[in-house]
C-alpha cells in the first residue's frame, strides 16, 4: 500500500506530558446556540431562572441540530448576541455559578439496545465531533447503511494539540469499553485505533486495554501530518480509498474521535450529557502549555489566565492547532464544544508577501489528496470554473500543507478554500 | 482589550523561501565556477562577473520598464547569469557576454511573463542564441596548463586522461572543466533535497548506456563537454521541467537520447544544452501525460467547454 504524501512537523507538543487538569469554575459562563456544523439552537430559558447541570437550554430547530446543556448549575443572567469568528452573530446564554453543581434530575444512564436507541442517545447527549469537526455524531448512526468498520481517531496529527492523546494515555478503559459498546450495538466486525508511530505510550496502553476485548486492533500511523484526516485515516488504517464526494460511511466505515468515543461510553454509564471537555491550552504567550477539562461556555480569558498567561502580550488567538485553526477576532469568546485547542501567540509572523509561482512543484509533492495546488491557484486566478473541476478542487480538505511548503509564500490552502465556495456556488 | 490579529490558517510556515533556495543552487555552481576562474585566471573571472552583473542589471532595468516588481532579490538572475558565463570560453569578448545575458533574461525570462513562467531554460536558449552568432568565438578554447590556443576539445578529439577530466586540465568552458566540482556541487543539491536526483540519474543513465552500446569510452563521453553542467544544473530547473516523478524520469531519458544524437550524428560537437532546451518544449506535454490521479477521485466525463450561452454564470460567479 502506497503511503499518502504529507509533511513532517516541527516537533511542536510541548503539553504531552501534562495530566489533564480540572479548571476551577469561572465566575460566568457564556454558551453561544450554536457549537456544531448545522442550525443554531433556540434558546429555552428565561434570564433570572435557576438551570441545573445537564438541563436542556437550547432546543434543535432542525435535523441540523443537537441540544446544547448548561454546563454548571446556576442563574441565567441574560439572553445576549454572541458573535461568531465567522462573524456571525448567534444568541447566547449566560449563566452565573452558583457553585454547587446541583445535576439535573433527566441525567439518568439511557438505555441502548438498538441502533436507533444509540442514535437518540447521541443526540440527547448533545454529541459532536470532539476532534475539532464539530459535525454532529448521531447522523452517523442513524444511517441505514450496514458499517463494518468502526475506526477510532487518534492521530491527533496538529501541532500543539494534545488534547486526544491525554484522553488515550488517562481514559484508555473508556475509550475501549465505548468502542466495545458500539461494536455490539452496531454489529460492527473490526475496529482499529489510528494512532501517530511517534506515540508509543498512547500505542502501548490502548494495546493493553484492547487486549480483553474481541477484534479492535490498535494500527501506528506514521507520523506525517494529516493522519487525523477523515480520508487519510480510513486509507492508512482500513487500506479503502473513500471516493469522490462521499463520505467514509457511505463506504460502511464509521469514524468516531477516540474523545468522543469516550464521551458517549461514560454518557452510557452516567447520563450526563456533553458539558465539558479537554482543551490543549499552548502558544508562546502561555509560559506552562496544559490540558484543561474545562466547563463548555467558558471564558477563553479565563482559561487562558489560568493557563497564566500574558493578556497584554497577546497578538493573536486561535481554535484548533497551528495547521488549521480559526483566529479569533476579540477576547470575547467561549470554550465550545469541538473546541481542542486553545493557542496564544505573542508574536505574529505575519504573512510574507506572495511572490510568482517558481514552479518547484513542492505543493504537489505534499498534497496527500495528489492534487496540483499550483494549477488550482491559477485556475482561480482566472476564475476558470471548467479547469477547477477537471483539477479535482473538491477533493481538497484545507489541511494546508501547501501553503506551509510553498517558498513563495503563496496562500495556496486559502485560496483553494475560495475556489471551492465558487465551484459551489457556480 | 486590545485588538487581535486575524490570520487564514496555516498559522505557520516551512522555512523554504525562493531566495534561500536559489542561495543554495548558487552555492552548489559556486566550486565548479572558481575551479573554472583558478584554470583560467582573470579573464575567466572577468566574464562570469560581466555576465552575472548584466543579467541582474537586464532584469531590474526591464521589470522597471514594463512596470513589474523588481524580482532581482530572490536571485533567479543571478543563477541565470552564472550558468550562461560558466558555458563561455574563458577568452569570450565581454560585451558578447552581456549580450547574452540580455538575450536570456529579457527574451527568455522577462517577455514571457518573468520567473516561472519562461518556456524553456534562459541560460540555455541564450548559449544557443551566441553559439549561432558567434560561432568563431563560442569554439575556441584555451589549454590550461600552457594557454594554447585551441579549436579542439576532448569530445572532438575522442577522449583525455580521466584525471584531466576530473580535475578540469582540458580545452572547454570556463564552469564544465572540473567534474568534481560539479559533482560535489550537485550532490549538495541532492542531499539538501532542492533538486531531485531523477532528471540528471536518468539523464546520465542513458547517455552512459547508448556510449555502451554504441562503443564509445562511457566515462570519458560523461565527464567531457558541458553534459554534467546541464544535467546536474538545467535539466533539474524549476520552471522548464515537468514536476511529477515520471516527467522527470521521461524528460532525462529523452534528454540523454537527443545528446547522444547530437553529439554522434549532429553537425555541432556540444550536445547537451541543445537537448535541454529542446526538452524544455515538451515540458507541459510531460506534466500533462505523467500527472497523478488526485486521491479517491471519481473518472469522470471532462467537462467540456460549454457553449456560449453558458458562459456568463462563470464570469459572474
Known amino acids: 500500500m502506497k503511503r499518502l504524501n504529507g509533511i513532517r512537523l516541527q516537533k511542536g507538543k510541548r503539553a504531552q506530558n501534562k495530566q489533564i487538569t480540572v479548571l476551577p469554575l469561572p465566575k460566568l459562563i457564556r454558551i453561544p446556540m450554536l457549537m456544531h456544523m448545522g442550525e443554531p439552537c433556540s434558546v429555552c430559558v428565561e434570564p433570572d431562572e435557576y438551570v441545573y447541570v445537564g438541563q436542556v437550554i437550547g432546543k434543535p430547530e432542525s ?103 491525554r ?201 496527500p489528496m495528489n492534487l496540483i495546488p499550483t494549477e488550482l491557484d491559477r485556475a482561480y486566478q482566472q476564475r476558470n470554473v471548467r479547469m477547477l473541476t477537471n483539477l479535482h478542487a473538491g477533493l481538497c480538505m484545507n489541511c494546508g500543507c501547501c501553503s506551509y511548503v510553498c517558498p513563495a509564500n503563496r496562500p495556496l490552502s486559502e485560496t483553494i478554500k475560495q475556489a471551492k465556495a465558487l465551484l459551489t456556488n457556480a | 482589550m486590545h485588538k487581535l490579529y486575524i490570520g487564514s490558517a496555516p498559522h505557520t510556515h516551512s522555512k523554504s523561501s525562493s531566495r534561500r533556495m536559489m542561495m543554495f543552487v548558487i552555492l552548489a555552481l559556486l566550486p565548479a565556477a572558481l575551479a573554472g576562474c583558478m584554470s583560467y585566471g582573470t579573464s575567466a573571472i572577468l566574464v562570469l562577473a560581466i555576465s552575472v552583473v548584466s543579467a541582474v542589471l537586464a532584469e531590474m532595468l526591464s521589470s522597471l520598464i514594463i512596470r513589474r516588481r523588481v524580482t532581482i532579490g530572490d536571485l533567479s538572475a543571478v543563477i541565470t547569469g552564472l550558468i550562461l558565463g560558466m558555458l563561455l570560453p574563458p577568452d569570450f569578448p565581454l560585451w558578447k557576454a552581456a549580450l547574452g545575458s540580455v538575450i536570456a533574461i529579457v527574451c527568455v525570462k522577462q517577455l514571457f511573463g518573468g520567473i516561472g513562467k519562461n518556456f524553456a531554460n534562459p541560460a540555455g536558449v541564450a548559449w544557443i542564441s551566441l553559439l549561432l552568432l558567434f560561432h568563431q568565438e563560442m569554439t575556441t578554447w584555451r589549454i590550461p596548463e600552457t594557454g594554447d590556443v585551441t579549436r579542439v576539445t576532448p569530445l572532438i578529439s575522442g577522449g583525455a586522461p580521466y584525471w584531466d577530466l576530473l580535475l578540469g586540465n582540458c580545452a572547454g568552458y570556463i564552469g564544465t572543466g572540473c567534474a568534481t566540482a560539479l559533482i560535489l556541487g550537485a550532490v549538495f543539491l541532492c542531499f539538501m533535497g532542492l533538486i531531485s536526483p531523477v532528471t540528471p540519474a536518468a539523464f546520465l543513465g542513458t547517455v552512459a548506456a547508448l556510449s555502451f552500446v554504441g562503443g564509445y569510452d562511457v566515462l570519458s563521453q560523461l565527464l567531457s563537454g558541458s553534459l554534467l553542467l546541464a544535467a546536474f544544473f538545467m535539466a533539474s530547473d524549476y520552471t522548464t521541467t515537468p514536476f511529477t516523478s515520471y516527467g522527470k524520469l521521461l524528460f532525462g531519458i529523452c534528454c540523454g537520447l537527443l545528446t547522444f544524437f547530437i553529439r554522434h550524428f549532429g553537425g555541432y560537437p556540444e550536445g547537451a544544452v541543445f537537448a535541454v532546451v529542446i526538452m524544455n518544449l515538451f515540458t507541459p506535454a510531460l506534466n500533462r501525460l505523467t500527472v497523478k490521479q488526485p486521491f479517491g477521485s471519481v473518472k469522470v466525463k471532462k467537462v467540456k467547454k460549454r457553449k456560449k450561452a453558458a458562459e456568463p454564470a462563470e464570469s459572474s460567479a
Not at chain 1, 99 to 113: A, E, F, K, M, Y
Open chain 1, 63 to 165: 435535523e441540523d441540530a443537537v441540544p446544547i446543556h448548561a454546563s454548571v448549575s446556576g442563574t441565567v443572567s441574560v439572553i445576549s448576541e454572541y458573535t461568531m469568528p465567522d462573524g456571525q452573530k448567534i444568541p447566547c446564554v449566560e449563566i452565573v455559578p452558583d457553585g454547587l453543581q446541583v445535576i439535573h434530575p433527566d441525567c439518568t444512564p439511557p438505555t441502548i439496545n438498538t441502533r436507533q436507541d444509540l442514535a437518540d442517545a447521541a443526540k440527547n447527549s448533545g454529541c459532536v465531533g470532539l476532534g475539532g469537526s464539530g459535525d454532529l455524531t448521531y447522523r452517523k448512526f442513524a444511517r441505514t447503511e450496514k458499517m463494518h468498520t468502526l475506526v477510532l481517531n487518534g492521530a491527533e496529527c496538529e501541532l500543539y494539540l494534545t488534547s486526544d492523546l
Open chain 1, 167 to 367: 484522553q488515550m494515555l488517562e481514559n484508555a478503559e473508556e475509550i475501549i469499553s465505548g468502542a466495545a459498546m458500539i461494536q455490539k450495538i452496531m454489529k460492527i466486525k473490526e475496529v482499529l485505533i489510528g494512532v501517530q508511530s511517534n506515540q508509543p505510550a498512547a500505542i502501548q496502553v490502548l494495546t493493553e486495554a484492547a487486549e480483553k476485548q474481541k477484534g479492535i486492533t490498535v494500527c501506528p500511523l506514521p507520523a506525517v501530518y494529516p493522519q487525523g484526516e477523515k480520508k487519510v485515516l480510513v486509507y492508512h488504517t482500513t487500506g479503502l480509498v473513500v471516493p469522490e464526494n462521499q463520505e467514509p460511511e457511505d463506504i460502511g466505515v464509521l469514524v468516531l474521535n477516540v474523545s468522543t468515543c469516550a464521551f458517549l461510553y461514560r454518557y452510557s454509564q452516567t447520563g450526563i450529557p456533553l458539558i465539558d471537555r479537554v482543551v490543549t491550552v499552548d502558544g508562546n504567550a502561555v509560559p506552562k502549555a496544559c490540558n484543561l477539562q474545562v466547563p463548555i461556555g467558558t471564558p477563553i480569558i479565563d482559561v487562558l489566565s489560568y493557563a497564566s498567561c500574558e493578556l497584554d502580550l497577546v497578538k493573536q488567538i486561535y481554535s484548533g492547532g497551528g495547521m488549521m485553526g480559526v483566529s479569533y477576532p476579540a477576547f470575547r469568546a467561549s470554550v465550545i464544544k469541538p473546541q481542542n485547542g486553545l493557542i496564544a501567540m505573542k508574536n505574529i509572523v505575519k504573512p510574507k508577501e506572495p511572490t510568482d509561482c517558481i514552479r518547484c512543484g513542492k505543493c504537489l509533492r505534499a498534497c
